[in-house]
């Protein structure tokens, strides 16, 4: 029974390793915009041209707790899910609430 635990547990902590989960990681990014209207996430920008993000990163995405700043003041901060606003606040340049992200969609 003791042999079985070990295991058990061996195998657990083995699975549960960022090696097999999504690798997550704290970092800046820079928001490029594209032809089509959409745009794209760089590790290299110009704070004064393209919206910078700060926070955890998955998959080269802005993905969980991040404040995304704006070159005219303007910031979200809360949750990102695969790339885009979850759940948060977005202000003014003056730090007033402009705007709140619930589930992806802005209210």
């Known amino acids: 029974m003791r042999h079985i635990l070990i295991i058990f547990t061996f195998s657990l902590?083995?699975?549960?390793?960022?090696?097999?989960?999504?690798?997550?990681?704290?970092?800046?990014?820079?928001?490029?915009?594209?032809?089509?209207?959409?745009?794209?996430?760089?590790?290299?920008?110009?704070?004064?041209?393209h919206p910078k993000f700060k926070g955890e990163i998955s998959n080269r995405k802005p993905n969980g707790q991040g404040t995304h700043t704006y070159s005219n003041g303007k910031k979200y901060v809360g949750e990102w899910k695969g790339g885009g606003p979850w759940i948060g606040k977005l202000y003014d340049k003056d730090g007033n609430i402009i705007g709140k992200w619930v589930n992806g969609k802005l209210h």
Do not use: H, M
């Open 13 to 49: 902590l083995f699975l549960t390793s960022p090696l097999f989960g999504q690798s997550r990681e704290t970092g800046i990014l820079y928001r490029w915009d594209t032809e089509n209207f959409d745009y794209v996430w760089k590790t290299f920008g110009d704070e004064y041209s």
